[in-house]
């Protein structure tokens, strides 16, 4: 470690087997916390490269639980956090939406590091079981359309790295990996990400798999589309700037989209807004990103076509019924 860290200071750049090996050697415990915090510290302060980024990856899914759904098509909705925003979990709502109107979803994720509630905090707190018994995982994505993949059960080689990431208690490169490490690999992928390079650099790397996939991120920082104001999207086709109105929607107020200051609270949003109780505000936001999910699918379709695909799922409760199918299994 002592021979990359001082290359890495001296502002060289890993190859992608080298960034695989040394990933592949914090995994297997093969440095002390004093030496995987330098490294990690290093791309605080620049930009990883796509090279790097995909080393890490490749070491990820390399050593990870692989799951193998039988050819099923699915996505996975899953942002980077480390936004800095705290809003509701976005995601995670629009996953059930999604998984309403009739979408296979093999949702990844993880406790916040970066943030108050991350997905895997607010389905404990409703709950949920986690596993990584595939045929449970199984059944409950043939049940209720979607399938949570938490990601320590299936990532062991997270597990060395999990005092850091949490006594550093900031954004690291290890947010950038959560969405691109699915260990169902799904055919499709709906990404929010905390900046525009990393928007480009998930372009780069999702090129280069078969994944029909879309990067968002809104151009006031927050690493989904949040409605208050415009947000950039890419996918093979390319990048483009979209509106609220582009999707037959109001903007909102960065108020109406807060995910309050506890585990307790955020739990409490989350019931209130996939029952039927949420915000017009709250709703119209988990329409976006769902709705986006949604075209991901139907990439020949308009996009309002979606959000109000996404809109029915929420009000007729079907996203709902989806959430309860899972937590009874």
Do not use: W
Request: glycine fraction near 8%.
């Amino acid at each position: 470690m002592k021979k990359i860290l001082n290359r890495l200071f001296e502002h060289e750049k890993l190859t992608r087997d080298e960034a695989r090996e040394v990933l592949s050697k914090i995994a297997a415990q093969e440095y002390n916390d004093a030496q995987v915090a330098a490294f990690i510290t290093v791309y605080l302060m620049r930009t990883v490269s796509k090279d790097e980024l995909m080393g890490f990856r490749d070491a990820l899914l390399d050593l990870c639980l692989k799951v193998d759904l039988g050819g099923v098509k699915s996505i996975d909705l899953c942002g980077t956090g480390g936004d800095g925003k705290n809003t509701f979990n976005v995601s995670t709502l629009s996953a059930f939406v999604v998984a309403g109107a009739g979408y296979k979803v093999t949702k990844h994720g993880n406790y916040g590091v970066s943030s108050v509630c991350g997905s895997s905090n607010v389905l404990e707190a409703l709950g949920y079981n986690f596993t990584n018994d595939v045929d449970t995982l199984k059944r409950q994505l043939d049940q209720s359309n979607i399938a949570f993949f938490h990601a320590p059960l299936f990532h062991p080689a997270m597990k060395s790295v999990g005092p850091v990431r949490r006594n550093l208690g900031v954004k690291t490169f290890f947010n950038m990996l959560g969405p691109i490490v699915n260990p169902v690999r799904p055919s499709h992928q709906i990404s929010g990400v905390f900046s525009l390079k990393l928007l480009r650099l998930y372009n780069y790397i999702l090129q280069d798999t078969a994944v029909e996939f879309k990067v968002l991120h809104a151009l006031d920082g927050y690493d989904e589309v949040s409605l208050t104001g415009d947000f950039k999207m890419g996918s093979s086709r390319g990048e483009e700037v979209l509106s609220p109105s582009d999707l037959a929607l109001q903007r909102v107020n960065p108020e109406d989209i807060f995910g309050g200051d506890t585990v307790e609270e955020a739990k409490g949003l989350f019931e209130k807004i996939i029952s039927g109780n949420g915000t017009s505000e709250q709703n119209a936001v988990v329409h976006a990103n769902a709705g986006l999910a949604i075209h991901t699918f139907n990439p020949t379709r308009d996009l309002k076509e979606c959000v109000l695909e996404a809109k029915m799922s929420l009000k007729s409760e079907k996203a709902y019924d989806s959430l309860k199918k899972l937590l009874i299994d």
